[in-house]
């Protein structure tokens, strides 16, 4: 699919876009049912993490830092609503979970895991990444495939935490039922704080997954809803898909 623009005077080329596919259907689904239900599960759980708020850091009996202060609830009105936070945790927690599981099979069938998948350079790679972005780095550094180092670890490790947010979550649910995973957690107590250090780390990732989003700009994020991103290409470029689609099964599927 090209667009073609008129030019803005009799001198220039006229510039061509073209669109590319970037993400498959299944997975903008995926992608956008998983955002409105991260929010109801950070929500219900700061619900119920209200009832009993027990952690602090501090020394010597001196507390220096509480999740939370008060105000952070009444702000919300995340407090005294423990039943209904309990209800809808317990209720969205399946289709989290059902979600998860779901991506990961469809990215494990379409191949896409490959896009997604960093190696042994990723970590270094990350590091240019984050340099560019700082602007300490001019070079940008490469892509391999469609995303940068730093987005295949970050997206990897992402889907890991929500591994890890249902393993722990299932932990604590149903601590006798389950208990050699409540147990492999370190038990009950300790499964309760990597769910809720999963939260945090769900949160961080939100915060700097919408600042990234932002500084891609609008062409990236209509990407994630309509499938194809535009690509701006040379005038003399032959007008064929750079990336993809690879095969007429892959165009049929957006
Ligand atoms: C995005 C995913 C999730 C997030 C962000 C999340 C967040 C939270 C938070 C913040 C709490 C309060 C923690 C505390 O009181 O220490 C909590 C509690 C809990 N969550 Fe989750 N959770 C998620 C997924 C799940 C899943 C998949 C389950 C599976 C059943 C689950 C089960 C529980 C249970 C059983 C509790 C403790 C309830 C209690 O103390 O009675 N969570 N969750």
Known sequence: MTFHHPPPDETEQPATRKAVLKHRRGSRWMHWINFPLIVIMVWSGLRIYWAEDVYAFG??????????????????????????????????????????????????RTGEWRELAPNRR??????????????????????????????????????????????????IFKPTQVFPLTWILGGY????II?????????????????QVARAGWRNFTSMVTGYELVDIEPDEPDEPAESPKSAEETADV
């Open 189 to 192: 107590t300790s499964a309760r």
């Open 59 to 108: 020394i010597l009996g001196w507390e220096w830092f509480k999740f939370f202060p008060e105000s952070f609830y009444e702000t919300l009105d995340l407090n005294r609503r423990l039943a209904r936070g309990l209800a809808f945790h317990f209720n969205f927690a399946w289709l989290f979970t059902i979600n998860g599981l779901a991506f990961v099979v469809y990215t494990w």
């Open 122 to 171: 990723s970590l270094s790679g990350s590091l240019d990444v984050l340099l560019h972005d700082l602007r300490i780095r001019k070079e940008e550094p490469p892509k391999r495939g469609r995303y940068n180092e730093a987005q295949r670890l970050t997206y990897s490790l992402v889907i890991l935490l929500g591994a890890l947010a249902i393993l722990s979550g299932f932990a």
């Open 195 to 211: 769910h809720f250090t999963v939260t945090l780390a769900f949160i961080l990732f939100f915060v700097v997954h919408i600042l």
